[in-house]
C-alpha cells in the first residue's frame, strides 16, 4: 500500500515590495513613537520653565560632594 503524496507549498524568495513596506510600516510607527515622546519632554520643559518665570517654583543647586573629576551636584525643585 503505497501512501499518499502531499502537497507541499513551493518556497519563493523574499518579497522585496512586502519588506519595503514592513520597513517603512516600523519606521513610521517607531518614529512616531520618538516624536510623541520628543513633544511630551518639550511640554514638561515648556511648563517647568512657565512655572519659574511666573515665581510659582524656584531652583536651588547644592554642592553636596568633590571628587577627582570635579564637583558634582543635585538640583532640587522648591514650590515657592
Avoid at 517603512?24 to 517647568?48: C, D, I, P, S, Y
Avoid at 512657565?50 to 551636584?73: A, N, P, R, T, W
Amino acid at each position: 500500500m503505497g501512501g499518499g503524496r502531499v502537497a507541499h507549498p513551493v518556497l519563493k524568495g523574499p518579497s522585496v515590495v512586502k519588506e519595503l513596506v514592513i520597513g517603512a510600516v516600523l519606521g513610521l510607527a517607531a518614529g512616531g513613537l520618538w516624536k510623541m515622546h520628543h513633544w511630551n519632554e518639550q511640554r514638561k520643559t515648556r511648563a517647568f520653565y512657565d512655572l519659574l518665570e511666573k515665581g510659582e517654583i524656584s531652583v536651588c543647586v547644592m554642592v553636596y560632594s568633590f571628587m577627582e573629576s570635579g564637583f558634582q551636584f543635585e538640583l532640587y525643585w522648591l514650590l515657592g
